[in-house]
């Protein structure tokens, strides 16, 4: 099966401009999550998607960070303005519904804001 | 919520069985996971726990007490491609992981 696909993988952009980040998880992982890694500090959660309905954003920090994923399928992660310090690596995970099973990651996004 | 805790940085030699343990607090628990991770790769699962007791997995194992609030990988016959950030994650009841700052093994000839 294919795997989880994060678009792009590396974006360099201005303070002030906006990016954003789209993820597809495995087809049929109801659970998709959006997670941040910053400066080499550990990866911390944005937010956590149950099909198209947000279960929990209370990792997301503050509303310049906005995710969408409508009708259960893809995600994406618009940031707008961007900050410097919004720089790092940008992963998604997805899972199935079923318990025992760990995330499976995409490659994350390397984002760069100058 | 989570708090998280394992060593930042451990070295062992090839060939070697090396432990990393994971310390954790938790206002709900659903499971705990370990993942590797090489540099600038995603993460990839390597085990869960979710009751007491050792988990065997080819040359991985993963042990957990609930009780303790511990758990730790055990990895034998190192390779050099072992060498790798090491991240334990605890699930909470809703399905969100939390994940420490992971532990960088180096494996030495």
């Known amino acids: 099966e294919a795997g989880v696909t994060q678009f792009p993988s590396h974006s360099v952009i201005e303070k002030g401009q906006t990016v954003t980040l789209r993820c597809d998880p495995i087809?049929?992982?109801?659970?998709l999550y959006w997670y941040r890694r910053v400066m080499g500090k550990e990866i911390k959660f944005l937010l956590h998607?149950?099909?198209?309905?947000?279960?929990?954003e209370s990792g997301m920090p503050n509303n310049r960070f906005l995710a969408e994923r409508t009708g259960g399928t893809y995600s994406t992660l618009k940031v707008q303005p961007a900050e410097l310090e919004d720089s790092g690596v940008y992963f998604c995970a997805s899972r199935p519904t079923e318990t025992g099973y760990g995330y499976t990651f995409g490659s994350g996004t390397r984002l760069t804001v100058v | 919520g989570q708090n998280i805790d394992q060593p930042t940085e451990m070295t062992a030699t090839e060939g070697a069985i090396v432990q990393i343990n994971c310390t954790y607090q938790t206002s709900g628990f659903n499971g705990l996971f370990w993942y590797q991770q090489h540099a600038g790769e995603a993460p990839t699962f390597l085990s869960y726990?979710?009751?007491?007791g050792l988990e065997e997995k080819g040359r991985f194992s993963s042990f957990l007490s609930r009780s303790k609030g511990y758990s730790y990988l055990l990895l034998k016959e190192l390779q050099m491609k072992d060498s790798a950030s090491y991240l334990c994650a605890v699930r909470d009841l809703a399905g969100k992981s939390t994940f420490g700052d992971g532990t960088t093994l180096t494996v030495k000839p």
């Open positions: 726990n979710v009751l007491d």
């Open positions: 087809s049929g992982h109801d659970n």
């Open positions: 998607f149950v099909k198209e309905s947000k279960q929990d």
